[in-house]
């Protein structure tokens, strides 16, 4: 084992102690070292960053500006156990992050994806079990993907109907809440999952194997069946396409629920913490973003403004 990879090894498991989400930065760390020893490098320095992006650069500068991040953070930890570790500069690929555009799914397409997913082919069926239920639960509690994917069995309380995050985003805990139906769908995935398994795993979803699927499995099987229902082009050689993202299921969740209060007439400024804490954002203007970024949010929002204004303008 070279020693690169230990010092990878040691420094995912120190993080992944601390709560951090590691799924996708430890996929591009593992890549990056492996990319490293072949090239019989001892240390990292700015030139080996450069020549991996270089050879491996098939992606837009917000995914290498990311790259760019993660890389960093493994440097500064090695350069403090040897100098002869550089740090690339930050500025080394400037930022042009942008939100994406949220896309709002349709019941309908939701359904669509939720039943084609469970036609996906599999050795024992339990990947057509896990991806119908993972994507469905997203659907239903605006989850991150990751928080989603990293549930233990012992997190999910069926009994209480709630789901416990030990591992969200920033290394926050929270707890959700179940709907009945939900809770019943649960259930009786969690039943046919210890059948097919043939025993209770420790993940709450597993893949065919019977281990816990990763960040990469997920989007993988998304994109597949957004492919087969037409909501993303078919591809050659297992490639993802462009189209709507496994993580727009949490945005139509968001979109829904603030459409949904101004319908009914509730309080949007009280019932935005409620819905911040309970997606686990760190801060409630995270969660207004879906005002600006969903025409039919903003419209609703501009007409309860204007009764508003309207209202005091007649007093």
Sequence with gaps: MSILTKELDRYLSIRHS?????????????????????????HITTG???????????????????????????????????????????????SRYRRAKPYIYSDEEIARIVSEAARLPSTNGI?????????????VTGLRVSEAIALDT???DLDRGVLTIRRGKSGKARLIPLS??????????????????????????????????????ARYNFAAVCQRIGLRSRQKFNRHGRGPRIHDLRHTFAARTMVDWYRSGKDPEREMIKLSTYLGHEKPEHTYWYIEAVPELLELACERAARAVSGECSR
């Excluded at 090695?78 to 080394?92: M, Q, R, S, T």
């Design 180 to 217: 009945q139906s939900a809770t019943n769908r649960l259930t009786a995935y969690v039943r046919e999952r210890d059948r097919l398994v043939g025993r209770t795993p420790e993940s709450f979803f597993v893949s065919d194997a019977g281990n816990r699927p990763d960040d990469c499995s």
């Design 127 to 139: 990947r057509a079990l896990t991806f119908t239920t993972l994507f469905g639960l997203i659907a």
């Design 48 to 94: 080996l960053f450069l020549a991996w992006q270089a050879e491996f650069g098939n992606a837009n500068q917000n995914t290498w500006y990311a790259r760019l991040g993660m890389i960093r953070q493994f440097a500064s930890w090695l350069h403090g156990l040897n100098p002869h570790n550089e740090v690339p500069p930050k500025a080394l690929i400037p």
């Design 18 to 42: 601390l709560g951090y989400d590691l799924s996708t930065s430890a996929r591009v760390l593992r890549r990056f070292v492996v990319f490293a020893e072949a090239r019989k490098a001892r």
């Design 154 to 156: 012992d997190d999910a």
